[in-house]
């Protein structure tokens, strides 16, 4: 069994909490926290299993690491605080664990990240002789391997196109929708997610990680925007309500160029409410779903609409990066201390899990 900590206890640590319980070669070694309302609170009731797993959550990172667990899933947000995330994951990479975790976007395509988040992790590595996995959804499996595999199916391919489609009101995280994203602020407002370059720092290393498997030559990297005001005021059960007038929807490309011509293709169309933008591509049901288009011989269209916490699409989007991620904790504690990406890293089978209730 190795022993996995739990670091954070968000959208995505609660379903990190419920994947490491179930899975047959994981023991949960301990849960961190930073909000003081939750130290002391049982694991199982912080990830929503309804039922206590006899352990509480702490706030002492030193002492955790100290205990020298075999893996770490790390689950605190990296969106607003990149240096403080990559500090705590090469402090547990150089504690000697091996660490998953979706928090730092430009480690997805490691290969080629910049210097300032490569080499404290590198160092990290050579320091305790830990590794690093970073991946999620989107970025993540929604626009590296299941694209790559679906390719696998065409005589040719013409367009690799990956979708998120996705409602923004049922995602559980108000500062990143309103601040980052934008949602309900008024048109001229510039959203930081939204700023040139800020796209293709995020998926720009899903693209070239997609051309990298296919043998592509990228001419560039380029980016679209569309962004649509409110029609009228409405009212969402978890953020309260958005004038009209303000953004309601937003549409952006990362576009891989090859050839001149736009070949891998990352795009997003994101609303706060089905009213805006109804022209604009629509998840087939539901509030979202994560979509591949191969266009070729033959044209392939897949959509995978994961749901968890009580049928919620966001919730469940961060359940299938969970799934990555700890799916991969055995193979990682297998293989040899380093830095990896989605092309090293296999998407394993659900070994020993069928019909297994967790402990």
């Known amino acids: ?91 547990a990479v150089a504690a000697g664990a091996v660490v998953v975790t979706p928090a730092l976007y430009p480690l997805y395509d490691q290969r080629n990240a910049p210097p300032e988040f490569r080499d404290p992790v ?58 980052l994203v934008g949602m309900g602020r008024p048109m001229e407002y510039e959203p930081p997610m939204l700023w040139p370059s800020v796209p293709t720092m995020v998926w720009g290393g899903q693209v070239r990680l997609m051309a990298r498997a296919l043998g592509a030559e990228l001419d560039e990297i ?24 303000t953004q309601g929807a937003v549409r952006f490309e990362v576009q891989g160029i090859v050839g001149g011509e736009p070949r891998i293709v990352i795009e997003h169309v994101t609303r706060i409410h089905p009213s805006c933008a109804p022209d604009w591509p629509v998840p087939p049901d539901g509030a979202g779903a994560h979509r591949v288009i191969v266009e070729g011989s033959p044209r392939i269209e897949v959509t995978v609409a994961a749901t968890d916490e009580g049928e919620n699409r966001s919730a469940g989007g961060n359940a299938t990066a969970v799934g990555r991620l700890v799916g991969a904790i055995e193979w990682l504690v297998a293989a040899e201390p380093g830095l990896y990406d989605a092309l090293d890293v296999p998407l394993r089978p659900a070994v020993g899990k069928l019909g297994r209730r967790p402990r």
Not at 223 to 240: C, D, I, N, Q
Request: charged letters at 25%.
């Open 1 to 91: 069994m190795i022993r996995t900590v739990v670091w954070g206890t968000g959208n995505v640590g609660r379903a990190a909490i419920r994947a490491v319980d179930a899975h047959p070669g994981l023991e949960l070694a301990a849960v961190l926290v930073s909000d003081p309302a939750k130290v002391g609170r049982d694991a199982g009731r912080l990830a929503g299993l309804g039922r206590d797993l006899g352990m509480a959550a702490v706030d002492d990172v030193g002492a955790v690491l100290d205990g020298r667990p075999g893996a770490v899933v790390y689950a605190a947000s990296g969106d607003t605080r990149p240096d403080g995330a990559l500090a705590d994951v090469a402090r």
């Open 222 to 245: 380029r980016e679209t925007l569309e962004r649509r005001p409110l029609e009228s005021t409405v009212r969402t059960r978890t953020m309260g309500v958005f004038e009209a007038g």
């Open 122 to 179: 590198l160092a990290a590595v050579a320091e305790g002789g830990g590794s690093l996995f970073v991946s999620g959804v989107d970025p993540g499996w929604g626009n590296d391997v299941l694209p790559l595999l679906v390719s696998g199916l065409a005589a040719t391919v013409d367009v690799i196109r990956c979708q998120e489609i996705f409602d923004y009101s049922t995602y559980e995280q108000e500062e990143s929708v309103r601040e």
